[in-house]
Each structure stands twice: as structure tokens, then as C-alpha cells.
């Protein structure tokens, strides 16, 4: 059974950081895209960030680039965000997905695999 389980989130104060992991399970996701959304209340789902198998390209939503900073160990299969310089409007639940085919990223029903959600709360 696929699982993606993430961690790290919390509250923290504008300005501070925050690091997020996901850790990916049931079979091998080396060759996946994996990555971050997020969905604040009130608001529609939001693509956050993500990282291609290889390592070599990696993409970001204007609102968080410079600020955040996406990883990967494909021998752990995890994924983290680091998350710098945080503000009250990144304040959203950030769910983990993955999915070996870019393509369904960018679709409205986006990647096939999604974790629970961890809540990040940015305090003004």
C-alpha cells in the first residue's frame, strides 16, 4: 500500500523556519515527480513546489521562491521543504504527492499519490 506520511509542521512566527519531510513507502518512487501543495482555508488547493527523480529540475510557485528550498534522497524515498523567511500567507495545510508523470501536476486533479496534510501556522 502507498503511503506518503508528512511531518514537520507546527507554528512559528513571521520570519521563522520551518522544515517539512515526507516520507514515501510501498514501493519505489525514484523515478517520480514528488513535491508540496497547500491549502489555506477558504482557498483553493495551491501547487507549492516539486522535484523531478533526477534532482536536476526543480519548480516553484512564485509566491515562495527565494523562501523555500525543495530536497530529495531517493534512497530514503523522502522528500523535504525548507521553508525560510515564513509569512502569515503561507500559513495552509501542505500536503506531500507524488506521480511519475509531470504532466498530471499541472491538471486540475493533479499527482495520482497524497499525504494526510501537516499544518503550518505563520503568526504576524
Known amino acids: 500500500q502507498v503511503q506518503l506520511v508528512e511531518s514537520g509542521g507546527g507554528l512559528v512566527q513571521a520570519g521563522g523556519s520551518l522544515r517539512l519531510s515526507c516520507a514515501a513507502s510501498g514501493r519505489t518512487f525514484s523515478s517520480d515527480v514528488m513535491g508540496w501543495f497547500r491549502q489555506a482555508p477558504g482557498k483553493e488547493r495551491e501547487f507549492v513546489a516539486a522535484?523531478?527523480?533526477?534532482?536536476?529540475?526543480?519548480y516553484y510557485a512564485d509566491s515562495v521562491k527565494g523562501r523555500f528550498t525543495i530536497s530529495r534522497e531517493n534512497a530514503k524515498n523522502t522528500v523535504s521543504l525548507q521553508m525560510n523567511d515564513l509569512k502569515p500567507d503561507d500559513t495552509a495545510v501542505y500536503y506531500c504527492a507524488a506521480d511519475p508523470n509531470w504532466d498530471r501536476w499541472r491538471t486540475t486533479v493533479g499527482p495520482t499519490y497524497w499525504g494526510q496534510g501537516t499544518q503550518v501556522t505563520v503568526s504576524s
Open positions: 522535484l523531478q527523480w533526477s534532482g536536476l529540475r526543480r
